[in-house]
T-cell receptor, first 114, second 111 residues
Framework: DTEVTQTPKHLVMGMTNKKSLKCEQHMGHRAMYWYKQKAKKPPELMFV???????INESVPSRFSPECPNSSLLNLHLHALQPEDSALYLC?????????????FGPGTRLTVL | GQSLEQPSEVTAVEGAIVQINCTYQTSGFYGLSWYQQHDGGAPTFLSY????GLEETGRFSSFLSRSDSYGYLLLQELQMKDSASYFCAVKVSGNTGKLIFGQGTTLQVKP
């Protein structure tokens, strides 16, 4: 099973709303990632959790708040977002055991901020 | 800084062979990966090169020359379903698996 699942698939929110994106993997991977992707652009790394600890925050605004409740779950809490935050949010996971260390991506959540 | 360069667009016909090049300049290098992404879909892993040489996986092959900071993805016997964006990505950290992505190459396969 090489599946990463993400919910919801689509999300529309106002600038004053609070919402959360969820990501789950059951491959025993020890690293999980949040990316933001705009149309016709590459995925842009936001956060990395390694062994359930936040290891990379790519200077992401505080209106994005990641959480890793356990090794299989990753959340991204959203609050007071701006219209320019509208994008595809991708979650990925990898084994982190060296070698190929392939990142497996979930299908993404398409976020629209009104 | 860290940068990866790849062509923005490539067009080819069904059955042809196409090569997508990637040159990189990064502060760390553990390996070069290639990902495919169809419109509206998620990136999917195609190949990974950590050492110099050619890796073959079915119709797709990937090459790496670390001394030249260069790699390429070779797609053979092109099919319409190969129309997609292709990203090269350098793994720059062994502790976190962090990838730096190129800007992507849009491949259009014509009948």
């Amino acid at each position: 099973d090489t599946e990463v699942t993400q919910t919801p698939k689509h999300l529309v929110m106002g600038m004053t709303n609070k919402k959360s994106l969820k990501c789950e993997q059951h491959m025993g991977h020890r690293a999980m990632y949040w990316y933001k992707q705009k149309a016709k652009k590459p995925p842009e790394l936001m956060f990395v959790y390694s062994y359930e600890k936040l290891s990379i925050n790519e200077s992401v605004p505080s209106r994005f708040s990641p959480e890793c409740p356990n090794s299989s779950l990753l959340n991204l809490h959203l609050h007071a977002l701006q219209p320019e935050d509208s994008a595809l949010y991708l979650c990925a996971s990898s084994l982190l055991g060296g070698g190929t260390d392939t990142q497996y991506f979930g299908p993404g959540t398409r976020l629209t901020v009104l | 800084g860290q940068s990866l360069e790849q062509p923005s667009e490539v067009t080819a016909v069904e059955g042809a062979i196409v090569q997508i090049n990637c040159t990189y300049q990064t502060s760390g290098f553990y390996g070069l990966s290639w990902y495919q992404q169809h419109d509206g879909g998620a990136p999917t892993f195609l190949s990974y090169n950590a050492l110099d040489g050619l890796e073959e996986t079915g119709r797709f092959s990937s090459f790496l020359s670390r001394s030249d900071s260069y790699g390429y993805l070779l797609l053979q016997e092109l099919q319409m379903k190969d129309s997609a964006s292709y990203f090269c990505a350098v793994k720059v950290s062994g502790n976190t698996g962090k990838l730096i992505f190129g800007q992507g190459t849009t491949l259009q396969v014509k009948p």
